[in-house]
């Protein structure tokens, strides 16, 4: 008699992320999830890539945060859809909130849907939403080290973009050092370097963006 | 006949972290409880305080992460006992944890306790350790306005420590803009500026934690 195995028995949570991605996928939406700290400047990339963007891509933007709505304030103010979910105490997006909030986005009028998690190094990276992409931010004032700390966000993200590079000549960021450490997590994942305030680095970012739509 | 009211209830968690408090406060340690995001300071900071206050306080170190053991390591290099907490994914502390950690701490022989929690702005605010204070830490590359995103751990702590005041220049971080979100949730809030790069607000932080010592 042979054992039955069961398996890839997904969680409610992982079924419901499949969902939100069949969907997206049937409407030929891109959705990124952006992940990072407190103040890494997701909103401000979000911002940047808006401008790159906006005359040949049509975007749309979901918000998360514990309170306020002071994100998607400034992504409407740009003229582009923004929902704004406020989790209320949780810590990350989970794939119900993303189900929800999706009902509020026009998916046939969307070819990219940027959506920025709460601001968090642990736990969003535990949380499928149903996004193609993940990617997370690690701003320089922030350190070289957090690899070591937060491995699983490091290993989770197809892309790591290293931000505020404008505050590196004011930093011991030691930017070889990092790489190593990202690297050995996950040798696959593409390094950008960007600041929103000189925009270095922007173009290779949206251009990365752009390869994945076509790609979509 | 009178309805019965269960008042007072407390979770398991909080059970435990009156213990820890209890056992630290017949010890005569005074327990700091440092939180923020990843990367704004919090070993620099404990770092700083050490070689302010070595002479006169006997300071012991536990620090959290999710994985590694770099702060520890940077702490014992001092020459003061740290014990390292990994929470394996978790991220926050827990009195349980704390609990575990404080058999290695040798309690006759401490005045101090700094407590590094995991990196992280929401959840850490939720769970009670047992230690007598709670502070936290905002850098300036944050942004001014994590009040409103991140409002349950500025209400829950006794001081903002205001880290990294040598990147104000480069920034647009508005402080009047952030005292004034801080003292609306948080009146009683003790507020510093500080920078572990200039020294800045340092003897001010020290200060406020002696005030605390022989309070305890």
């Known amino acids: 008699m042979k054992v039955k195995v069961l398996q890839n028995i997904l969680s409610a949570n992982d079924q419901l992320a499949a969902k939100n991605q069949e969907l997206l996928s049937q409407n030929k939406v891109l959705a990124v999830n952006i992940m990072s700290s407190p103040g890494a400047g997701k909103t401000s990339l979000i911002l940047e890539?808006?401008?790159?963007l906006r005359d040949r891509v049509r975007i749309a933007v979901?918000?998360?945060?514990?309170?306020s709505t002071i994100d998607a304030d400034r992504i409407i103010k740009e003229g582009v859809p923004a929902v704004q979910i406020n989790t209320g105490g949780q810590c990350h997006i989970d794939a119900n909130m993303i189900s929800n909030a999706l009902e509020s986005v026009s998916l046939a009028k969307t070819d990219l849907l940027l959506i920025e998690n709460v601001g968090n190094l642990v736990c969003p990276a535990e949380f499928k939403i149903g996004a193609q992409k993940n990617v997370m931010l690690l701003s320089i004032p922030e350190g070289d080290d957090k690899p070591y700390k937060y491995p699983l966000m490091f290993t989770t993200v197809e892309a790591v973009i290293i931000s505020k590079m404008d505050y590196l000549p004011l930093s011991d960021f030691n930017l070889s050092a990092f790489y190593r450490a990202v690297k050995g997590l996950n040798p696959k994942a593409k390094l950008f370097q960007v600041s929103c305030k000189t925009g270095e680095g922007i173009p290779d970012w949206v251009?990365?963006?752009?390869s994945q739509l076509k790609g979509s």
């Open 49 to 52: 890539t808006i401008k790159k």
């Open 62 to 67: 979901i918000e998360a945060d514990i309170a």
């Open 207 to 210: 251009a990365w963006l752009e």
